[in-house]
Structures are given as C-alpha cells and as structure tokens.
C-alpha cells in the first residue's frame, strides 16, 4: 500500500501513468487531416511524441521498473501496485503490436 511519506512509489506510478496517457492516443487514433495553419504545432507534437516513445522513454522506464522492483523486494509497495506498472510498461511498449493483433482478428472475421 501507498504510505504518506513514500515519495519514490508516487514518482513511479506518476512516470508510469503518464507514459500511458501519451502513447494511447498518439498509437490507437485515427490520423484525420491538420487543419490549415496547425503545421507547427502538428510538428511539435510529433516531435514530443517521437521524443516520449523513443530512448527517454527506454530510459525512463528501465528506471521505473528498477525502482518498483526494488521498492517490492524490500516491502515498501504492494505487490499488485508493482505489478501494474510493469504491466503498464508492457502495453505501452507493446501497443502498435497489440494494435495489429486486433486489426488482424477484427479482419479476419
């Protein structure tokens, strides 16, 4: 369980969320046409996406999953906490592959 004082558990649950909140939109949506005159902030946010999804993100998450690792051996977090950041990295690096198998399944059928 989550104590008061843990500030590590929070910072790598928080990692771990947000990590999710920008890749969901950015691998599962459909790309509609910009608007006229959106290119540089179509630009920029490409650039933060390929950013967030690229090394920082390997990096981040690499950490993530040491910190939650050792916070689970030691007894300072609940197991299932634990389990559902390592999850939570799991589908955000695996989510285009995720995508594809459904679209397969959905065509296939």
Not at 46 to 66: C, D, F, H, K
Request: aromatic share 6%; charged share 5%; proline share 6%.
């Amino acid at each position: 369980m989550i104590r008061p004082g843990s500030r590590p558990i929070a910072l790598a649950l928080g990692i771990a969320v947000a990590l999710l909140a920008l890749a969901h939109p950015a691998l599962a949506q459909y790309a509609a046409p910009d608007p006229a005159g959106s290119g540089p902030i179509v630009g920029a946010v490409e650039w933060l996406q390929g950013t967030l999804l690229g090394n920082v993100a390997t990096a981040v998450a690499v950490i993530a999953v040491a910190a939650v690792g050792f916070l689970m051996l030691t007894g300072r977090i609940n197991w299932k906490y634990g389990a559902t950041v390592v999850l939570g990295l799991f589908i955000l690096f695996g989510a285009a592959s995720i995508v594809g198998g459904i679209r397969s399944v959905a065509g296939a059928g």
